[in-house]
């Protein structure tokens, strides 16, 4: 597969009809200009470079972090919802998201995608229910 748009300079600025047909599968857009042997293909899970993707795990789960810990707030008088939207906060999100990519990309399960789905949302309600008890005390 070629690079994606690699040698179509042209096809939006000369005169000449053109047929595009754009394709969408398993994370991967295709596009074909004028014949089926012209195409160019771009994965789009592999746009996030690998040594930045601790960045958009936290930009994803850091406000699920947020939410979790209101929620653990509000149902702190009744024990078993408390926990329930720990384990099923922490838990569920990150094995969704670890699902969709591992069905769009065709990859086997990552464990470490996996943790760092749990450890973002957790640190997030540990240091917010920290601050929260640090406030509760002062006054």
Same mark, same amino acid.
């Given at each position: 597969?070629?690079i994606?748009?690699?040698?179509?300079?042209n096809?939006?600025?000369?005169t000449?009809?053109h047929?595009?047909?754009?394709?969408?599968?398993?994370?991967?857009?295709?596009?074909?200009?004028?014949?089926?042997?012209?195409?160019s293909?771009?994965?789009? %899970? #592999?746009? $996030?470079?690998?040594?930045?993707r601790?960045?958009?795990?936290? *930009?994803?789960?850091?406000? &699920? @972090?947020?939410?979790?810990?209101?929620?653990?707030?509000?149902?702190?008088?009744?024990?078993?919802?408390?926990?329930?939207f720990?384990?099923?906060?922490?838990?569920?999100?990150?094995?969704? %998201? #670890?699902? $969709?990519?591992?069905?769009?990309?065709g990859?086997?399960?990552? *464990?470490?995608?996996?943790? &760092? @789905?749990?450890?973002?949302?957790e640190?997030?309600?540990?240091?917010?229910?920290?601050?929260?008890?640090?406030l509760?005390?002062?006054?």
């Amino acid at each position: 597969m070629c690079i994606f748009m690699q040698n179509w300079y042209n096809i939006f600025t000369d005169t000449k009809p053109h047929h595009l047909i754009i394709t969408y599968s398993r994370a991967t857009i295709q596009v074909y200009v004028d014949n089926l042997q012209n195409f160019s293909s771009l994965n789009l %899970l #592999e746009l $996030i470079p690998k040594n930045q993707r601790i960045f958009y795990y936290a *930009l994803t789960f850091i406000p &699920l @972090g947020f939410g979790l810990t209101i929620l653990t707030v509000l149902a702190k008088r009744r024990l078993i919802f408390s926990n329930l939207f720990i384990f099923g906060g922490i838990l569920i999100p990150s094995l969704i %998201l #670890e699902g $969709i990519l591992v069905s769009e990309s065709g990859k086997n399960l990552s *464990l470490k995608s996996l943790l &760092l @789905g749990m450890l973002f949302p957790e640190g997030t309600m540990l240091i917010l229910r920290a601050r929260a008890a640090k406030l509760k005390m002062r006054n």
